[in-house]
């Protein structure tokens, strides 16, 4: 073929003049420069060709194909710059007359042989004539491209090219029609090959891709479907694709196919563009691309081809059903996401299509095999619903035929998709068991119910008893009937009252209750499980007999009750049931009896009426003369023997006058109020809301033996609840008080202002009498007669003025003759301690105990931990969290400055430079013993006790168990130790000791 290279070479001068640098952006026209492979790739795909071959040497790279040669047109496109002949033809890849320019990015002289043309461009748009360089193989083209520009050195355009030749990837070939394989060679010898093998698979083509580089192989199986599209205005169609990644069947045909989402999802134009679509596919269509040809412009063609891309996909989906790949992998792949396709973006029409196909087509995959529309699924929160409620229980909850979604496609993101975007239905425990009524439980088998019943033992939600008053009851099984007794009829669990109302058949056949859960049923493991240890159903027995036959007599109208000689056979019958081994039966027998009014009183000949064991009290003569004359008292009747006496008293029947009071926390004080920023407390066991029943009437009926017994065994016992301080506190641990009130109790002023206490004119107030004048039966409790406000003997008087107890006043009025040995055995210690020139050891009193106990107990609960750090030795890292030194100094110095070791109580044996005493802290006992980091549990030590207590003492754990436990019940603040066979003993201040034996109590506790 001639061609008139020169005058194409003066007709490209003409056109874009002599100079060559306004050519020079051809070189720049990528972003990666590598760019051009892919152009060379087009060119050959364009013409035809069926496979291609890169050779890259050091100093050139050499492309051949097996496609069209090239002809004058040919010459003159790629000699030009927007006249390529493809420049019109949508059919083709490369459309823009520049994409050959590519290759100036490597290169200034590009060569091309193709059959019988042959020669070079230079300066971009300028073809010179040369030999050609084919041998005789003029059915090849062949592009030479020399390496090396004044920009890039031959070098690194070797490298760059090896890299993105070997990097190409099966991929490249997937959209591509001609072009079946990519062989490459490289400097070093390496080499590859890309292939393409391609069959026709129903409306779609399945394409293989394989690439091998040094040996190993990678292979990728790929869907390919396609829709036409005639262009307006021309005879050209053209065509979208889409290409769904997938795992095919191995040669033993053992592995199921399978459609999988792609990691990665660039838009192609034949090859990868830089534009993502966020699909789990690929999508392909000759769209507008920029110049670089490395994105999309967003045009009113490239929106036609998204719109078609989105018509192709509502054809593509039966297609991939037919096919036996709608799978929850396959649905995976499809735009699931909302917020990856907000309604402006470009793929948007693709994420609507695919949400409108699936609600109107029966595509989803169902539990049952077959496939629904999105209107007629429903998606399970428990995979147990689906298993429980198959198409029969479907059928009667919704009637219009819905079906469960597959349970392996309903899981993760496109069960978030299939409810927020396609509003499918969603069946959760409760809106089940909202649904579920008599008929639907009337409607099963008891197989059926049998698997129901396991699996409610996995959903206590479903029937456990509502905890919050808001929460809906209509959600519950609770309410409902769908226990299945004897007679195949169904029963509440529970009555209005929350008790059971249906059993356990019993082990003898055909015994059992009309509420008896049916046998069949019964006898089904896991559903018996359920029935006993989640509802705590039992087996109908005595028990139950008293509780629904028996108790239920006792609260009818007076005039229908069961007379004496029924009710006698009535207690027989309840102290035989009270005689089961089943604790439960009997701790829910013990419960009804106690709030039943079953038991007769004294006056209940006259009165007919039966009472409550909280109502009754046991005659005896101390609470007949307390209780004379009370009208809302009642007596046991007589006529009970001891077995039945035995079971009212177990009930709450008592022999002794009822008080009602609260019970002291664990610092000895009752909590009357304790709300949030409010907290009220009696101190010391004060109530001031004591309640004695019984008193006031007593009080104002009063005998001798009446007011014994209230001095003896009421006020005595209950004298805390006399009179008393009552604190408030913002704080729960009342470490600040806000108000303190004496306060004496309605039972208190009860007391005072009754005259009850007998004086020699007859009954008077406390206030009138001493304790001395009360009748020798009368206990002696100066305490209580302080409270009640009674006059004090001439010892109280004393005592009150000297500051000395009374008790050691009449201790030493009673031994004169021990007190004076005592005396004479005191003054020999202290002129010993005189004599051996020991320092007075520190007195340190504790003041205010009780608010010092709460102050160390927050203290104690707020210690750290000991901690040690392993370094070069084990490091207590916790130690200087606290000061033990300072604390120690400042208890054992007394009141001449002299600081007192607390072992052999002599002055610390010298003072160091800046005139503090000498010391050393030890710990009383190792970590084992005290956990805490407190001050409290250290010893202030002269050096030579500090060594002994190390040797003989800290070293033996049993030791340490020996004198914890001489603190914790010793009486005085000084215990005994040895040392070896040395006596010694550690003495402490008085604050030192009740602080750590507290310490030591808590641990014990």
């Not at 054809?315 to 402006?344: V, W």
């Not at 929460?471 to 099984?477: R, W």
């Not at 503090?916 to 802290?921: A, D, I, L, N």
Request: hydrophobic share 35%.
């Amino acid at each position: 073929m001639i061609i008139d290279y020169d005058k194409i070479r003066e007709d490209n001068i003409s056109e874009y003049g002599n100079g060559t640098r306004h050519l020079s952006f051809l070189s720049r026209l990528y972003t990666d420069r590598t760019h051009f492979i892919f152009e060379l790739i087009q060119n050959a795909e364009d013409a035809g060709a069926t496979d291609i071959h890169f050779n890259l040497f050091d100093d050139r790279l050499e492309i051949t194909h097996n496609g069209r040669l090239f002809n004058e047109l040919d010459v003159k496109g790629i000699c030009g710059v927007d006249d390529g002949t493809k420049a019109e033809d949508l059919t083709k890849i490369g459309k823009f007359g520049v994409g050959f320019k590519s290759v100036y990015a490597f290169t200034n002289t590009p060569e091309v042989y193709s059959g019988d043309v042959s020669f070079k461009i230079e300066n971009y748009v300028r073809p010179f004539s040369i030999p050609s360089k084919l041998e005789n193989n003029y059915s090849k083209t062949l592009f030479i491209l020399p390496l090396g520009t004044e920009k890039i050195s031959e070098e690194l355009a070797r490298k760059e090219i090896s890299k993105c030749i070997s990097n190409l990837g099966a991929r490249t070939l997937l959209f591509l029609k001609r072009i079946q394989e990519i062989e490459y060679t490289l400097p070093d010898l390496s080499s590859g090959v890309y292939l393409r093998e391609e069959k026709q698979r129903g409306s779609a083509r399945q394409v293989c891709v394989i690439g091998e580089k040094d040996g190993v192989e990678e292979v990728e199986n790929w869907l390919i479907f396609e829709r036409p599209i005639q262009v307006e205005e021309s005879s050209q169609v053209v065509r979208v694709e889409l290409g769904f990644r997938f795992d095919a069947k191995d040669k033993n045909q053992q592995n199921d196919e399978s459609i999988e989402r792609v990691k990665e999802s660039p838009l192609f134009v034949f090859f990868p563009t830089e534009k993502e679509t966020k699909l789990g596919f690929l999508i392909q269509g000759p769209y507008t691309t920029t110049p670089g040809r490395d994105n999309i412009i967003e045009d009113d063609w490239n929106k036609t081809l998204v719109n078609e891309t989105a018509l192709l996909i509502t054809e593509t989906l039966p297609k991939i059903k037919e096919l036996g790949l709608f799978t929850a992998s396959f649905l995976e792949t499809l735009p699931i996401d909302p917020n990856d396709f907000p309604e402006n973006s470009m793929f948007y029409p693709i994420f609507e299509s695919v949400r409108d196909t699936l609600q109107k087509e029966a595509l989803l995959p169902a539990e049952d095999g077959s496939f629904i529309t999105a209107d007629n699924a429903l998606l399970a929160e428990a995979d147990w619903l689906i298993d429980l409620l198959k198409d029969n229980q479907l059928k009667l909850l919704y009637l219009n035929g819905k079906k469960w979604i597959h349970q392996k496609v309903g899981k993760g993101a496109l069960k978030e998709y299939f409810k927020k975007v396609l509003g499918i239905e969603t069946i959760d425990t409760d809106g089940f068991a909202s649904k579920v009524d008599n008929q639907f439980f009337k409607e099963q088998s008891d197989q059926w119910l049998m698997k129901f019943y396991s699996q409610l033992s996995k959903n206590k939600a479903l029937w456990e008893k509502n905890t919050y008053y808001w929460q809906a009851s209509a959600k519950t099984l609770r309410n409902k009937e769908f226990i299945r007794i004897q007679d195949n009829s169904h029963v509440k669990p529970f009555d209005n009252d929350d008790k059971p109302q249906v059993y356990l058949p019993t082990s003898i056949p055909h015994n059992y209750h009309p509420n008896t859960v049916k046998i069949e049923i019964a006898k089904d493991e896991p559903a018996r499980r359920f029935l006993s240890e989640d509802l705590k159903l039992s087996e109908f027995n005595k028990v139950h007999g008293v509780i629904e036959c028996i108790l239920p007599k006792y609260r009818k109208q007076i005039e229908s009750l069961p007379d004496k000689e029924e009710h006698l056979r009535d207690v027989d019958i309840i102290i035989d049931a009270m005689e089961t081994d089943s604790q439960k039966d009997y701790d829910l027998l013990k419960k009804e009896l106690k709030e039943a009014s079953f038991i007769r009183s004294k006056l209940s000949d006259y009165n007919k009426r039966y009472y409550k064991p909280s109502d009754l009290y046991f005659s005896n003569e101390s609470l007949d003369q307390y209780f004379e004359g009370d009208p809302d008292v009642q007596f046991v009747s007589p006529i009970y023997d001891k077995a039945a006496s035995d079971l009212f008293f177990k009930i709450g029947v008592v022999k002794k006058v009822r008080i009602k009071k609260r019970i002291p926390n664990n610092l000895g004080h009752i909590e009357i109020c304790d709300r949030h920023s409010f907290h009220k407390r009696g101190k010391n066991g004060f109530d001031p809301d004591i309640i004695v029943y019984g008193l006031e009437n007593a009080l104002s009926n009063v005998t001798l033996e009446k007011s014994r017994f209230i001095w003896n065994e009421i006020v005595i016992p209950n004298k805390e609840c006399i009179k008393g301080i009552v604190e408030n506190s913002t704080r729960e641990a009342f470490t600040s008080i806000d108000k303190e009130e004496n306060i004496t109790s309605s039972f208190g002023n009860l007391l005072m202002k009754s005259k009850w206490l007998p004086g020699p004119n007859g009954f008077c107030t406390p206030f009138e009498l001493s304790i001395n004048d009360l009748p020798e039966e009368f206990e002696r409790n100066d305490k209580v007669a302080e409270l009640l406000g009674m006059k004090k003997d001439l010892i109280n008087k004393l005592a009150a003025e000297v500051g000395v107890p009374a008790e050691d006043i009449e201790l030493l009025k009673n031994y004169p003759k021990e007190f004076n040995e005592f005396k004479s055995s005191l003054k020999s210690e202290i002129n010993e301690s005189k004599t051996n020139n020991l320092p007075a050891f520190p007195v340190r009193p504790v003041t205010n105990p009780e608010r010092r106990l709460e102050h160390q107990y927050e203290k104690q609960s707020n210690a750290p931990n000991r901690q040690y750090e392993k370094r070069e030795r084990n490091v207590r890292t916790t130690n200087d969290l606290i000061e033990p030194k300072t604390w120690l100094r400042n208890q054992y110095t007394n009141d001449h400055d002299q600081m007192v070791c607390q072992i052999c109580k002599k002055e610390m044996p010298f003072k160091t430079r800046d005139g503090s005493y000498y010391f050393e802290k030890k710990e009383i006992f190792s970590s084992r013993f005290l956990p805490k980091e407190q001050e409290a549990q250290y010893l202030a030590l002269c050096p030579l006790c500090a060594a002994k207590y190390k040797e003989f003492i800290i070293s033996d754990d049993d030791v340490m168990m020996e004198i914890k436990g001489k603190i914790i019940n010793a009486d005085g603040c000084e215990i005994p130790i040895l040392f070896g066979e040395e006596e010694a003993s550690i003495r402490f201040v008085e604050t030192h000791f009740h602080d750590l034996k507290l310490i030591l109590q808590n641990i014990k506790e």
